[in-house]
């Protein structure tokens, strides 16, 4: 990222286990020279389900 503030971006992240289950998320950021704010608005808590 260039030094001009604020800049945008996206954090994603995923989990997979080989033959059971896949998942992945990702959010929307801006970051600022103070920290980062999620554009992403949905609750943040893990959430087990069972096939």
């Given amino acids: 990222m260039s030094n ?28 600022t020279q103070n920290g980062c704010e999620y554009l992403t608005q949905y609750p943040r808590r893990l959430l087990v389900t069972k096939s």
């Fill in 4 to 31: 001009n503030w604020p800049n945008k971006g996206n954090v994603d992240g995923g989990i997979f286990i080989d033959g059971e289950t896949a998942g992945r998320i990702g959010d929307s950021i801006v970051v």
